[in-house]
């Protein structure tokens, strides 16, 4: 490989990477909100992902709606989905009171309903798209070669994330949920109303995933079993360490560049097994990711 | 009681099993009664792959359907027991296991997913069960030769290959060839023979193998436009074939683009997917039926899917891509009880597969089995597909892949 | 997960129908034990081939979820990388069958040991940490195993799936589900008595005390950090052993099957069998492994279905299928 080249691949490896990453970075928050309240890492995250897409599909290509009202009613249906989750089932597994797993149990099979349902649909299995928010022209940015679409993927993205922030730091709310993250007692004793907080973190977290479906299904194409794409979220999230929002994001980026950089200069064939050794490597160096906190022992 | 007692337990009981023998000498053979015979199928039914077995199934049962009205074979009526095997070894093992022991079928027809029906092959040879596939490839379970296990019907991985790097050469001219395969078995067995092939012609073969689950192609494309071939063939499913498709058009990649039989599920689709008609401008895919999706020659499998399943025929997608692979599978069982005579036997029947040679007119090419081969399909077409038509590519293209047993 | 975790785990011993109380056994449980005994004992003489291999295969999974619950329900860790030991596990038997022509029980010891050494060295590595980083990491580890599994091409066969020749000793060898089925059961009952007696020794004491809490734990002098790392190595040998006994009635091993769903598979019998109990482990293997074969009969609905049963479980019998039943029929004691 000639200087030249591998100039050229560096370049194209970030800007894809980035690209791709925000989209993993999405999803990384998705699942370390919830996660950093519940302390559930959510299963269904991937199918919350599918299920939304194939809203869009039914409202945009079927009822011919237009963009302008399918995305509001997209991330409307995801967020009141995802919060009726919450209320109705894992409230009550959670009251039964076995262990904790059994939370992440009852995900897995909501994501498993979530695959029969749409695969009962005859939709499932063709993979399909529909038409992409913009459309996608080539552009160069110094030697890499990115579409319209991509940089309206990173920027909704990177919006979309720091509105997140905003959120959960300035309004009452975010006050709230940070609150139920660190001390769910203790917030209850000062008045905050956990099923409440539960319930909007659950539906943010459906509403993310709506956005995420709507910018990347024309992308990686839709079909019932694309929530795998989640794995690369939990990636993201655990080399940014699992609790920390920052963190998901700058781990969606890591994994994003990693992937790609690994394809370009290593071999296609390790692209997949890319993000696992990221993993591997940043929890052995830092066992408690890029940006979580310190490790705590288990009191007595 | 004590963990001593539970041992002495156990022991008489594994001394009395192995003293038993599985019995299973009948005088009769499993599966055959005057009027009846009965048949075992097995596919994907359910889940992620049920894409590739669902409605070859179907096929299949309309074609026996239709030749149970007309008397069925030798005055006995095809009876069907039909099992879901998830696309996994484990469960395809099962459903094998279930037909053969527990529904006492004649003979297997089924298999639609290659890896999964690898892991039966063992147990179908030791007991002498003749097993003609669906849709599967499994060159893994053809290759070394038995004499009970049929298939590639629809077509053999090493065929698909090769005839692919063949394509290039002579249609195309190309002296290199980008090669995009998966990491599979599929993807294994494809490359083999391409590599095989490309040997052969001089051919240059860049490749850049995938896994099936991947997200983000840019990377193996930008290798390939490094190492500047002058076509590009895809050998990958129909999802990350349409992502490669639609990124080499977005990183201004012109050479012509031929994309293998198994990521062809759906063209119209692909165009919906790839979002530009400008990507095909030079664009060819591979296909393994005698016409073109909905031709006249293979109108009639379509028609009878309608007058056989109308609901299923109203949904959306259906008949599923695949469906008419199960015609030439139901065509070859029904032919060699014909040929195996009045009083079958599975020996019989093997015996006449082995040498079976006819022309399904749904297939490319001839179903033929030979000494050496148990791939009954080999046979390409390449169409010009341009977004709206497709354009039949005169010439024929032959993988030169050879088993060397 | 941190605290939580401990805190709800059923208190092990007394949950262990038949196994714990010395002095006076129920006879219940006794007749339900000689039930399971003839059950296991007549079962070849009653069914066909396709049941033995469904039985073997269920046996297989008793094991693996036994090798689970030591790491998971007796030591409280949450390690996710068993389907990558029971792969081990498998390819070691098989390779030692195939290459060198072993006597499959020892290449089934080689298997347990070669999974469970290397479980000893990634458990040094990832038992730092805890809770959902130790989750996270070894699933990574799984699915970094499953692409060794599918690209190391020359021992594995990779993609192409590796054709596992029979199980044999001396002259006899292994060809049909019949034949394997005493060697499966009596593997099966050896790792069960093994895990009886880990959790009644001194050993199990100290899982358990690790599970409950570290720091008591280490204050009783418990070497929390081995114990965890034993925990986690035998787990690992266990899942390598289940790799072996489904390598005497198979023929061939792909990858494909060796991925992060059989983990969640077994995670998922465990915790509907009852998290912490010897009982709900083989319980769970055999009511979820019988379920899971069952739903193969109604294909379009399956994984609805399938979905909605894990669900209805944690909502209504969170501690398992035997403390459901044991509540329901308000028979015996919970501790």
């Known amino acids: 490989m000639t200087l030249d080249v591998a100039f050229l691949f560096l370049q194209q490896g970030i800007a894809s990477g980035l690209i791709v990453g925000s989209v993993y970075a999405l999803l990384a928050l998705a699942i370390v909100v919830i996660f950093k309240t519940s302390e559930v890492p959510n299963f269904s995250q991937g199918e919350m992902v599918m299920a939304a897409g194939y809203i869009a599909l039914y409202l945009l290509v079927f009822q011919s709606l237009p963009l302008w009202i399918v995305m509001p009613a997209t991330i409307l249906a995801a967020f009141a989905g995802a919060a009726l989750f919450r209320r109705l089932i894992l409230n009550q597994v959670a009251r039964a009171n076995g262990s904790p797993v059994n939370l992440v149990i009852a995900t897995l099979g909501l994501s498993y309903v979530l695959r029969g349902f749409v695969r009962q649909t005859g939709f499932g299995d063709t993979p399909r798209s529909f038409p992409p928010v913009v459309e996608p022209e080539s552009i160069l940015i110094g030697q890499a070669s990115v579409t319209t679409l991509d940089l309206v993927i990173l920027a909704t993205a990177i919006v979309v994330m720091a509105a997140f922030f905003w959120m959960f730091k300035y309004t009452k709310t975010g006050r709230a949920m940070r609150a139920v993250g660190m001390n769910p007692k203790a917030a209850r004793l000062v008045g905050v109303d956990l099923t409440r907080i539960h319930m909007i973190v659950w539906g943010l977290s459906g509403g993310i995933s709506a956005v995420a479906a709507l910018l990347i299904s024309p992308k990686v194409l839709m079909t019932a079993d694309m929530g795998s794409i989640v794995t690369l979220g939990f990636a993201a999230a655990i080399v940014g360490g699992f609790t920390s929002l920052p963190g998901a994001v700058v781990g969606g980026f890591l994994i994003g560049i990693i992937e790609n950089l690994v394809g370009l200069f290593i071999t296609s064939r390790a692209i997949v097994l890319a993000p696992f050794l990221a993993i591997m490597l940043v929890l052995v160096i830092r066992p408690q990711g890029l940006f979580g906190g310190r490790v705590e022992i288990k009191k007595v | 009681m004590t963990s001593k007692t539970t041992q002495v337990w156990l022991g008489a009981a594994v001394l009395a099993a192995s003293l038993v023998h599985a019995s299973s000498a009948s005088a009769q053979e499993p599966g055959l009664t005057d009027k009846t015979i009965k048949i075992g199928m097995f596919s994907p039914l359910s889940g992620a792959n049920m894409a590739y077995g669902f409605d070859v199934v179907n096929a299949a049962k309309m074609y026996y359907d239709k030749v149970n009205k007309e008397g069925g074979v030798h005055g006995r009526t095809i009876e069907l027991v039909v099992e879901d095997d998830r696309c996994n070894a484990n469960d395809l093992v099962s459903a094998v296991k279930k037909l053969v022991e527990q529904d006492q079928v004649f003979m297997l027809n089924g298999g639609s997913c290659s890896a999964a029906a690898v892991a039966a092959k063992d147990y179908v040879v030791r007991s002498k069960i003749p097993w003609v596939m669906l849709n599967a490839s499994a060159d893994g379970a053809l290759y070394p030769p038995t004499d009970y296990i049929f298939g590639a019907y629809s077509i053999s991985q090493y065929a698909v290959g090769g005839s692919v790097v063949d394509f290039g050469k002579q249609h195309l001219k190309a002296k290199k060839i980008g090669y995009i395969n998966h990491d599979d078995a599929y993807g294994a067995w494809n490359l083999e023979a391409a590599q095989a092939t490309a040997k052969e012609l001089g051919v240059d073969l860049a490749v850049e193998s995938i896994n099936p689950n991947i997200t983000d192609v840019t990377a193996p494309l930008i290798k390939l436009r490094a190492a500047n071939p002058d076509m590009i063939a895809i050998t990958t499913y129909a999802k990350p074939a349409a992502l490669i498709i639609k990124k080499a058009h977005e990183l201004g990649i012109t050479k012509p683009i031929v994309l293998a039989v198994t990521g062809t599920a759906n063209v119209s689709q692909l165009v919906d997917n790839v979002g530009s008609k400008d990507a095909l401008k030079n664009f060819y895919v591979q296909d393994v039926l005698a016409d073109v999706p909905g031709g006249s020659k293979i109108k009639w499998v379509y028609d009878m899917y309608k007058e056989n399943y109308p609901d299923l025929a109203s949904k959306p997608d259906h008949p599923q891509a695949y469906m008419p692979y199960g015609i030439a599978p139901a065509m070859s069982v029904v032919k060699a009880l014909k040929d195996a005579g009045p009083n079958p036997t599975r020996e019989k029947v093997a015996e006449a597969l082995r040498t079976q040679k006819f022309d399904s007119g749904v297939m490319a090419g001839p179903i033929e089995f030979g000494p050496n081969d148990r791939a009954a399909q080999e046979s390409t077409i390449y169409l010009k597909f341009d977004g709206n038509q497709q354009t039949l590519v005169p010439g024929s293209f032959q993988s030169r892949w050879k088993y060397k047993g | ?335």
């Not at chain 3, 030692?96 to 040094?124: E, T, Y």
């Not at chain 3, 499966?184 to 959790?199: R, Y």
């Not at chain 3, 034993?230 to 006994?245: I, Q």
């Not at chain 3, 055999?286 to 379009?300: H, M, W």
């Open chain 3, 1 to 335: 997960m941190r605290d939580k975790t401990a805190a709800v785990l059923p208190r092990s011993e007394a949950d262990l129908p038949g196994l714990s109380a010395r002095s006076s056994v129920p006879l219940g449980r006794v007749a339900l034990l000689a039930l399971a005994v003839a059950t296991l004992a007549l079962l070849p003489f009653a069914v066909t081939g396709y049941v033995l291999y469904i039985a073997n295969l269920l046996l297989v999974f008793v094991v693996l979820c036994l090798g689970l619950h030591l790491v998971i329900g007796e030591s409280g860790q949450f390690a996710l990388a068993h389907a990558a030991f029971y792969g081990i596990g498998i390819y070691t038997s098989g390779l030692a069958g195939n290459a060198f022509g072993w006597p499959f029980p020892l290449s089934m010891l080689l298997a347990g040991l070669v999974a469970g050494a290397v479980g000893v060295v990634i458990g040094a590595v990832a038992l730092r940490m805890r809770d959902i980083y130790l989750a996270l990491a070894t699933f990574a580890f799984g699915e970094a195993m499953q692409w060794v599994f599918l690209n190391w091409d020359q021992v594995t066969g990779g993609p192409n799936g590796l054709r596992i020749s029979p199980a044999r000793l001396g002259a006899f060898e292994i060809l049909s589900d019949r034949q394997a089925y005493p060697v499966v059961v009596v593997m099966t009952v050896l790792m069960l008595l093994l895990t009886i007696l880990i959790s009644r020794s001194r050993l199990g004491r100290s899982f358990r005390a690790v599970r409950e809490s570290e720091v008591a734990a280490m204050a009783m002098g418990i070497p929390v950090r081995r114990a965890k790392i034993t925990a986690f190595g035998l787990s690992a040998f266990f899942a390598g052993v289940a790799g072996s006994m489904f390598a005497t009635f198979s023929t061939y091993i792909h990858p494909d099957s060796l991925g992060f769903q059989t983990t969640i598979l077994v995670l998922t019998m465990i915790v509907v069998g009852g998290l912490g109990s010897i009982a709900g482990a083989v319980g769970g293997a055999i009511v979820f492994g019988l379920i899971s074969e069952f739903l193969r009969q109604t294909p379009s609905y399956q994984e609805i279905i399938y979905g909605l049963i894990l669900i209805g479980f944690m909502m209504y019998a969170p501690r398992g299928l035997f403390a459901f039943i044991r509540d329901k029929v308000g028979g015996g004691t919970r501790g």
